[in-house]
Structure formats: structure tokens, C-alpha cells
């Protein structure tokens, strides 16, 4: 009895870590990753998976695979993992609730966070792409690529990722969710990043999914990889149309 109960001790001081946030973000990065990276490999050996390529003659070859993977082995040795050990260091573990929210809270909270980030993202785009100097200096590695993929999701410079994680770590709190809202919110941020830089606009694509237009997706995200000065907004697609820097799905 007493080994159970210390296995479910150790299990609830993992999920209390400040630590815990960080594995659970990085670990989803790489799984989700995955499937990407393998219709990426098998190309044209899988044509029902080709079909839904944006840009169907614009593949990643081995050597910008290899650059990313490179940029984003490097980013996390050298900012994530020290700012895991500090946060580990210096933030005291969370106490977790009793209760799970309502799965109307968790939804809310959800949307809520993307809706923040999405605002705060792009104000921080806009800025990168129209002061040169930003966009030399910090912004213009994410734009190696005009054809993205998968793996290019996190091919940032340090400040970009520094900006983007202090935003999800700090919204959740600030949005005052619950602990389970932020895990959930952490991840379907992830997969959604991930999804906008993934070259395919498959028939489950969130933006296929949301009526009305409502959500950019992978083909607007494409295009501002291929025309820089569009498309600012990672996620929703109004501030683009209120900016009037929207534009629409567009092959070179
Ligand atoms: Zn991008
Ligand atoms: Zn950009």
C-alpha cells in the first residue's frame, strides 16, 4: 500500500513541477511533428497525401530539414533548457486543484488564450516585418523558408521564441484558467502553430474546420511565407481583415 501511495506522490509532484509545462510543450512540438515530417519524407510515394500539399512542387529537401532540426536543437539548448532549470530553480511548484473545470470553462479558457495570443502576436509580427531593423535582426530566419513545413514551426531566433513563450506561459495566468485549461491550451497552441506551417491543407485543417473564415489555417500562413507583408495574425484571420493586410491563398 505504502509503494502506491508514493507512486501517486511522485505522479502529482511531476504534474506540480514548473518543469512540467515545459516537457509537456516540447514533447508535443516532436510528437506532433511526426506525421508531418513523414508525408514530407514519403512524397509522392503517398499521392492521397500529396493532393493536399499548397504548394504541390515545393517540397524540403534533406539539407533544410537538417537546418531546422539544427536551429531548433540549438534554441533549446541553449534558451529552453536554461530557462527550465530557472524557472525549476526558482519557482515554487503549483498546487493543483481538487476539481477539473467544466468543459465549457476549458473551452472558453482555451479559445480565450488563442484569442490574446493571436492579438499580441500580431502587433509583435507587424512590427517585425515593417521596422527593418526587427526584421534582420530577429525575424528574418522564419522567413528562410517560402514553402514551410512542419519542422519550420520553431525555426525562430532566441528573442522570437523568448516572446512567444513568455506570452503562453504568462496569458493563462493573466486569463486566470484553470491548470488543466493551460496544459490543454500549451498543447493546442503547439498543434495549431505546427498546423500553419505544415505545406498541406488537409480536410481537418482548423480553418476547414471553423466556419465563415473565421481562422487562417496553413493555406493563409503559407501565404504570408510567400508574401511576406500579408497575413500577420498566426491564428484568427480578423485583425488581418480590420489591418487590411489579409490576403488570400496564393501559389507562385
Ligand atoms: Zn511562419
Ligand atoms: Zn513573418
Known sequence: VSQKKGLILNYRDYLRSPLFPVVLTVSSYFIICIPFLVCDIMGDRWGWVQQFKIQPSRR??????????????????????????????????VDLPDLAPSLL?????????????????????????????????????????????????????????????FWTTLNPV????????????????????????????????????????????PSKHDVHHQKPNTNFAPHFSHWDKIFGTHADFKVN
Open 60 to 93: 524540403p529537401t534533406a539539407s533544410t530539414l537538417l537546418h531546422c532540426a539544427g536551429v531548433t536543437l540549438y534554441n533549446h539548448v541553449f534558451l529552453v533548457l536554461p530557462a527550465s532549470v530557472a524557472q525549476w530553480a526558482w519557482r515554487p511548484p
Open 105 to 165: 470553462e476549458l473551452i472558453a479558457g482555451v479559445i480565450s488564450n488563442l484569442l490574446l495570443f493571436d492579438f499580441q502576436y500580431y502587433i509583435w509580427h507587424l512590427l517585425h516585418h515593417r521596422i527593418r531593423w526587427l526584421y534582420v535582426t530577429f525575424h528574418a530566419i522564419h522567413h528562410n523558408y517560402s514553402s514551410p513545413f512542419a519542422l519550420a514551426t520553431q525555426c525562430l531566433g532566441g528573442w522570437e521564441l523568448v516572446t512567444v513563450g
Open 174 to 217: 493573466i486569463l486566470r484558467c484553470h491548470l488543466l485549461t493551460t496544459w490543454v491550451f500549451m498543447v493546442v497552441h503547439v498543434y495549431v502553430s505546427i498546423e500553419d506551417h505544415c505545406g498541406y491543407d488537409f480536410p481537418w485543417s482548423t480553418s476547414r474546420l471553423i466556419p465563415f473564415g473565421i481562422y487562417g489555417g
